[in-house]
């Protein structure tokens, strides 16, 4: 099993500043993920980002958007940048086995309120 | 692209009947099939899982099938209970050079005492 935290847990920001989430294993992982969940809907793949190499992103979800870091095992972040309105969900990060689906574990949350 | 569609969106079922989620895959090269319970303010956790050469699993009151000749595969909740409720999300993973998840459209399951 693994335990992952995320911060900030909720924030509120202005539109046009950017956002910074953290998210923490409490064990080496290779396969994560970051997803976004709008109020009452399912949960949207934003990219897979794996240690030592570039996130894959998603049809629709870009770099320059939402740039991602992933600097060891255990460790990773999601920025979100020039938010507008539209970019108030919940993000969530989750790690999954390396050598194949399996289960998945997630994190609480991050929910984004922009103004 | 990959699609997973979900039925139904809301159920309603009094306490100690049996509950029903089905899913619809797209994608037939998925071959694990992963269902999520999540509640209010927490992130999904994983209640049951099915592989694609498995046709049913089941784990106390809670029970998944699959068909995969028909791309389908469900959720059964037995004896339900109050908290029971709570929003169902199905899924399925498909490789393509590494592997993603694609995830319903959610049920919220409402648990009647």
């Not at chain 2, 989620?21 to 899982?49: H, M, R, V």
Request: charge should be neutral.
């Amino acid at each position: 099993s693994a335990v992952i935290s995320q911060k900030p847990s909720r924030d509120i920001c202005q539109r046009g500043t950017s956002l910074t989430i953290q998210c923490q294993v409490d064990s080496q992982v290779t396969m994560m993920f970051w997803y976004r969940q709008q109020p009452g809907q399912s949960l949207t793949l934003i990219a897979t980002a794996n240690q030592g190499s570039e996130a894959t992103y998603e049809s629709g979800f870009v770099i320059d958007k939402f740039p991602i870091s992933r600097p060891n095992l255990t460790f990773s972040t999601l920025t979100v940048s020039n938010m507008s309105p539209e970019d108030s969900s919940i993000y969530l990060c989750s790690v999954a086995p390396a050598g194949g689906p399996g289960e998945q574990f997630f994190g609480p949350g991050t929910r984004l309120t922009v103004l | 692209g990959e699609n997973v569609e979900q039925h139904p969106s809301t159920l309603s079922v009094q306490e100690g009947d049996s509950a029903v989620i089905k899913c619809t895959y797209s994608d037939s090269a998925s071959n694990y099939f992963p269902w999520y319970k999540q509640e209010l303010g927490k992130g999904p956790q994983l209640i049951i899982d099915i592989r694609s050469n498995v046709g049913e699993k089941k784990d106390q009151r809670i029970a998944v099938t699959l068909n995969k000749t028909a791309k389908h595969f469900s959720l059964h909740i037995t004896e339900t209970q109050p908290e029971d409720s709570a929003v169902y999300f199905c899924a399925a993973a498909t490789t393509s050079g590494t592997y993603k998840y694609i995830f319903g459209t959610g049920t919220r399951l409402k648990v009647l005492a």
